[in-house]
């Protein structure tokens, strides 16, 4: 198969904390205040990209941004010095504090939208910044996720960066976690489909409930026309809305895609059915196989593919052709699932592996193995763009650890956040992370 999936991986911020501020995520409502290692979370992070990078994919690290947001404070009037900002945000608010530190940008599924070369009219590879904006402690990731995008891809030749659509609820986008690209070889052009959760300019009557639904279709158009996809090759599908109401709070958490394959829980769609036949039709008029692999209800509920997260896998195509599944630890747990997971491995079908991965500390807050990386297809031109010392290594897992152990701390909980020395140690770490990934001034303490 030529061309190759890169996937970048957050790497977790210092402050990663419990802040229960995802209402919809329920892990993150359910761990609320429980204690977090963000040293032991950025370790299993970096674990995860060693052991991919080490099985011979290529994988990319993207840096954590700086927390607290003290320009946020500071716009809301907050005054002063560091300090006192700090503590007057912490007076007035721990919530509002907590929620401005958050390390969410770890999730980086939810960085952007890529589109492959292969797939614009224009030839370059397209990224669209997500706002995020269903979640006030996310809509801030914004401006600095494109800051290190431009920097990670920053050939203009090659890679094309729009900015985040506009933060309002009706063009609410979350970027790759609502995307997945049906292909064969990475570097040919492929069928994109989009999953959005309701439509954004008006209101269905099939709309979830009890949960919100982040993305919307108004958001998931806009995207296409900026990529410059063409129509024939573009399908979008209603996310099933009693799947957003049991958590599915993106699509990542029902569906993953990879080549030819798309693995999903049968409730994952609004009409199935229609939504698998129109992307069948768009892969055969490229002359291409779809191998939907559909998972039963009877098999795994909906209930327990969202508390073991085996949706949020990342299914990657190995050398020998057939497929390997990443689950999180948490579904080898679950008899259930382990079942499930074991005879598919064994069936003859597509997937022949699974490997799985503790990522725990990223778990308890809603992210699994896939919200954990974002996936860029490249060429073989487009990859020798990326910024080398952006790409996994001996040498730069070696400088990684180090400057974790050196920088994060071990225990954290949303009341270490008003320390002004924290502060100090987060932009110390970032700006020597900068120099290890050769980034340039991303953060806005750095200009
Ligand atoms: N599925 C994908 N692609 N990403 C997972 C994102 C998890 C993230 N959790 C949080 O932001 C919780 C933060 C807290 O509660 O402390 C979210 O809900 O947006």
Redesign the pocket.
Same mark, same amino acid.
């Not at 904390?17 to 995802?22: E, Q």
């Given at each position: 198969m030529s061309g190759c999936e890169a996937n970048f991986d957050g790497l977790v911020g210092p402050t990663h904390?419990? !802040?229960?501020?995802?209402f919809g995520?329920e892990a993150?409502t359910k761990n609320q205040n429980a204690v977090a290692n963000p040293r032991l979370a950025a370790k299993q992070g970096l674990l995860k990209m060693k052991a991919l990078a080490d099985l011979g994919f290529a994988q990319g690290i993207l840096p954590p941004h700086e927390r607290p947001h003290l320009s946020t404070l500071r716009k809301m009037g907050f005054g002063g010095s560091d300090r006192e900002v700090l503590t007057k945000a912490q007076a007035y608010s721990p919530r509002l504090l907590s929620s401005l530190s958050?390390a969410?940008s770890m999730?980086v !599924?939810?960085a952007a939208t890529v589109s492959p070369s292969a797939d614009s009219a224009d030839g370059r590879v397209h990224f669209t910044v997500a706002n995020l904006n269903n979640?006030f402690?996310?809509a801030i990731e914004a401006e600095t996720t494109s800051a290190i995008l431009r920097a990670t891809f920053h050939a203009d030749k090659y890679f094309a960066h729009h900015d985040a659509l506009p933060q309002v609820a009706a063009l609410g986008d979350e970027g790759a976690?609502n995307h997945n690209r049906l292909c064969g070889a990475y570097d040919k052009p492929g069928v994109q489909v989009f999953v959005y959760g309701r439509d954004g300019l008006v209101t269905g009557d099939n709309e979830p409930v009890r949960y919100p639904a982040r993305q919307t279709r108004l958001a998931s158009d806009a995207i296409a026309r900026l990529h410059q996809l063409d129509e024939k090759r573009t399908v979008f599908i209603q996310q099933n809305p009693h799947a957003i109401d049991s958590g599915v709070?993106?699509n990542?958490?029902i569906s993953v895609s990879n080549g030819n394959v798309l693995f999903h829980h049968e409730q994952a769609f609004v009409n199935s059915a229609k939504a698998l036949d129109e992307i069948r039709r768009k892969m055969a008029a490229l002359e291409l196989d779809f191998q939907p692999i559909e998972v039963p209800q009877s098999k795994v509920s909906l209930d327990d593919a969202v508390a073991t997260y085996l949706f949020?896998s990342q299914l990657l195509s190995k050398t020998d052709g057939k497929m390997m599944l990443v689950v999180p630890e948490e579904s080898r747990q679950h008899i259930g699932v382990w079942a499930y997971l074991s005879a598919l491995r064994d069936s003859g079908g597509p997937v022949d592996q699974i490997e799985v991965f503790d990522l725990r500390e990223s778990m308890r807050?809603?992210?699994g193995p896939?919200?954990l990386r974002l996936r860029v297809a490249l060429n073989r031109n487009e990859l020798n763009a990326v910024n080398v010392a952006s790409l996994m290594s001996d040498s730069q897992f070696t400088r990684l650890n180090t400057w974790v152990d050196t920088h994060y701390r071990d225990r954290m909980q949303a009341k270490d956040l008003a320390d002004p020395q924290l502060l100090t140690e987060v932009r110390t770490a970032l700006d020597e992370l900068t120099n290890i990934l050769g980034l340039g001034a991303i953060y806005p303490f750095q200009r």
């Open positions: 904390h419990y !802040a229960g501020l995802s995520n993150s958050s969410s999730w !599924a939810n979640k402690h996310r976690a709070f993106h990542d958490v949020n807050n809603g992210g896939a919200c």
